[in-house]
């Protein structure tokens, strides 16, 4: 386990949540408040891209990231939106657009 996981160094405090997107890449949620988003082997189950699995986008939030999910009702096929919770109790919409922008906002 220490081997998996972003190319670029190790998830800070920890893996604390975890999705899958529909297209089946994975959605960490890390105890410093990161959110990466990595891309999964579509073709097999091939271990040694275990080790090698690209980062897509991240994002960092205020707070460790407590919930995540893929809100499939603000998805389109271009975008994919997650709600996130905090352990400060609050509550972020984010954007990931396919052309590598990431939007977060607030939710009251």
């Known amino acids: ?7 670029k160094g ?19 949620g ?14 097999g189950q091939d271990a040694r891209f275990l080790n090698k699995m690209p980062l897509l986008a991240s994002t960092k939030l205020g707070s460790r990231i407590s919930t ?3 809100d499939h009702a603000h998805s389109s096929g271009r975008a994919l939106s997650m709600v996130c919770g905090t352990h ?18 607030l939710i009251f």
Do not use: W
């Open 68 to 70: 995540l999910t893929v």
């Open 88 to 105: 400060m109790c609050d509550k972020f919409r984010v954007t990931y657009d396919l052309q590598v922008s990431c939007r977060v906002c």
């Open 1 to 7: 386990m220490r081997n998996s996981g972003p190319a």
């Open 30 to 43: 890390g105890g410093d408040g990161t959110l990466s988003i990595m891309k999964h082997d579509q073709e």
């Open 10 to 28: 190790l998830v800070q405090q920890g893996v604390v949540a975890v999705a899958l997107t529909p297209s089946g890449d994975i959605i960490v």
